[in-house]
C-alpha cells in the first residue's frame, strides 16, 4: 500500500486535511468485517498463502488507490460456508463505500471484491 495522503481541499476552511491510505484500508477492512458471511480478510491477492486475519490486520487484504478526490478499493475476503456470495459481496460493497463516502468526503469510484475463500467450521 502507498504511504501517500489525500488531500481534501474545501475552500472557506484555515487548512488542509491530509487522510492515509493507510486510514482508508482500515475502513473498508472494518465495513468489510462487519457484514454477516464474511469469514475474515485474505492477506495475500495471490492465494500463495491465503490466512484468515483479525480485526489487528485489518489492512492486510485491502488496496486502496486514490485518485483526483475519489477512491477505488480491492477487498480479498473469506465468506462462510452456506453464505450467498452474491448477497454478501452486494452488501461489503455497498457497506464499504458507505462508510468510506461518510467518513472522508471522498467519493468512491469502485469496490472491487476477490473471494479467495470459504469457511467450512468445524
Request: charged content about 25%.
Amino acid at each position: 500500500m502507498d504511504r501517500q495522503t489525500v488531500k481534501i481541499h474545501e475552500k472557506d476552511h484555515v487548512g488542509e486535511v491530509h487522510i492515509a491510505d493507510e486510514v482508508i484500508a482500515i475502513i473498508a477492512g472494518l465495513a468489510a468485517t462487519e457484514v454477516d458471511g464474511v469469514a475474515g480478510m485474505v492477506g495475500n491477492f495471490t492465494g500463495d498463502l491465503v490466512e484468515m486475519l483479525g480485526r489487528k490486520n485489518l489492512t492486510k487484504g485491502v488496496m486502496v488507490e486514490v485518485g483526483d478526490g475519489d477512491v477505488s478499493i480491492e477487498l480479498a475476503i473469506i465468506v462462510d460456508f452456506g453464505s450467498s456470495i452474491p448477497e454478501v459481496t452486494n452488501q461489503v460493497q455497498t457497506k464499504v463505500k458507505s462508510a468510506i463516502e461518510t467518513m472522508t468526503g471522498l467519493s468512491v469510484d469502485e469496490v472491487n471484491i476477490h473471494v479467495s475463500g470459504v469457511n467450512v467450521k468445524k
